[in-house]
């Protein structure tokens, strides 16, 4: 079957342009052609390219699974998507083919002019801030579960380095946190565009202080961070463990607050709870003032639907709204997501969003809820593969020392795996609640005194899905 190139590639940006901000259209995806499109094996196989090498990376890294789905759902075919630079497109074969326009000379062009301005903001410090301009105080919306981050990101930003600094924001993924993160910084640079400002994952900073030492040019790894004027690290959770980056984050700190620099963490949790962290990070991401973002409750989810559906220029009726926020509790992402896959729906069925749409797209996003005797099942499988033991021996009255060794770990990974009481899991195992809690203890000191064995029970708890 023969594809118009032109006609499909237009059907899916006009998604895009639907989806997005004008600013963020118009950044990855204005320039997007479809230079390629392949049926093999009843799949589809397609081929886009934009400007240019980092714009290729950032679209094929950020936007390739949404560009899948819109050109499936535009097709009706499943469609794999690779997206390549214009520099480095391969000339086309296949059916469907189109020619590369001439006009890609100029966009690519522009693309490498924009490239070399994200390399100066990166050096100058404003790294990944230069493109989400669309991160703001207006569009973040407030509720009684993050009301209290909101303010006090606000009054850091009216403020910086004289208030609430540092300030530790804590929440599971998706609530909000790196939104904020860029609020500020957005309203900072606003207000004063020279301000310094450098932001960084956890894990990213560790990887840079890899190089640097490896390439021996700490020197000037440490003037990037501690020239800062805001500081503003994600996900600080992932410095755990990590003896080297600990260090240099100590020093870096103590750098820019004696100078009375803001600096800004995250994470999913609260430091003190925060295993193989040293107690000197802890201490500090606790000095100034410390701001929990929790999941939304139904209200906040029904007008963080309503909001973004309207910049979506999707129309949603009152009964889909309350499904949606009834059914979508996880966290934001997961409600962007799904308006997103209700959209390119809507868009190419040509009608409107109705109860049975919202249902059929949710049905891939919100997994089926696993019943608990599922869960300590699978629980004591775990262990019982992991450690040797039968998982009748795990909840049997032997004392044996390996045996209640693994008992102790499977008490630990069902409180940590399950929404289980104590009492609850007492009962699991013929125990009373102290011993339940004993046992929690005994998992919690090891973990504390012994590194290795911390990573083990990590891993663990990481490969128990439930």
Request: charged share 25%; with cysteine; net charge neutral.
């Amino acid at each position: 079957m023969n594809y118009d190139l032109s006609e499909t590639v237009t059907t899916v940006k006009n998604e895009l342009r639907r989806q997005f901000s004008d600013s963020t259209y118009g950044l990855w995806f204005a320039d997007m052609e479809l230079s390629s499109l392949k049926e093999q094996s009843g799949d589809l196989f397609a081929e886009v390219t934009v400007g240019a090498d980092f714009k290729a990376d950032i679209v094929s890294r950020n936007y390739k699974r949404l560009l899948e789905e819109l050109f499936s759902l535009t097709t009706n075919k499943r469609c794999f998507v690779t997206v390549r630079s214009l520099e480095r497109a391969r000339t086309p074969t296949g059916i469907g083919m189109g020619t590369v326009p001439a006009s890609f000379q100029k966009d690519a062009a522009a693309s490498a002019q924009m490239s070399t301005q994200m390399t100066s903001a990166m050096t100058s410090g404003t790294e990944d801030f230069v493109f989400h301009t669309e991160y703001t105080f207006e569009n973040f919306i407030v509720g009684d579960s993050n009301k209290f981050a909101h303010a006090a990101c606000l009054a850091v930003a009216n403020t910086p380095g004289s208030v609430y600094n540092p300030l530790f924001i804590y929440g599971h993924s998706g609530l909000g946190k790196t939104h904020l993160m860029y609020a500020v910084t957005n309203e900072l640079k606003r207000k004063n565009p020279t301000l310094n400002v450098v932001y960084t994952k956890c894990e990213d900073f560790t990887n840079q202080l890899i190089a640097a030492i490896s390439e021996r040019s700490t020197q000037t790894f440490r003037e990037k961070f501690r020239r800062a004027d805001v500081l503003l690290i994600d996900d600080v959770q992932f410095v755990a463990g990590k003896t080297s980056t600990q260090e240099e984050l100590f020093h870096t700190f103590n750098t820019l607050y004696d100078a009375h620099k803001q600096i800004i963490f995250t994470s999913d949790r609260p430091a003190r709870d925060i295993k193989l962290l040293e107690d000197r990070i802890k201490t500090r991401c606790e000095w100034g003032l410390i701001a929990d973002i929790q999941p939304p409750d139904p209200e906040l989810r029904a007008a963080i639907i309503k909001k973004k559906a309207e910049a979506m220029s999707l129309s949603l009726s009152s009964d889909v709204v309350g499904f949606l926020a009834d059914k979508l509790k996880s966290n934001v992402r997961q409600i962007e997501g799904t308006l997103k896959r209700l959209s390119a729906t809507s868009f190419v069925s040509g009608g409107p969003v109705t109860l049975d749409m919202a249902a059929r797209c949710i049905a891939d996003v919100i997994p089926e809820e696993v019943p608990t005797e599922a869960k300590v099942e699978r629980v004591l499988s775990e262990v019982s593969s992991r450690y040797g033991v039968e998982s009748k021996d795990i909840i049997g009255k032997s004392r044996m020392k390996n045996i209640s060794w693994a008992r102790h770990i499977a008490v630990y990974v069902l409180r940590k795996k399950t929404e289980l009481s104590l009492p609850a899991i007492g009962k699991i195992f013929g125990r009373d609640h102290s011993t339940i809690v004993s046992s929690i203890g005994v998992i919690d000191r090891e973990i504390e005194s012994n590194p290795a064995f911390a990573v083990e029970i990590n891993d663990l708890l990481n490969d128990i899905e439930i």
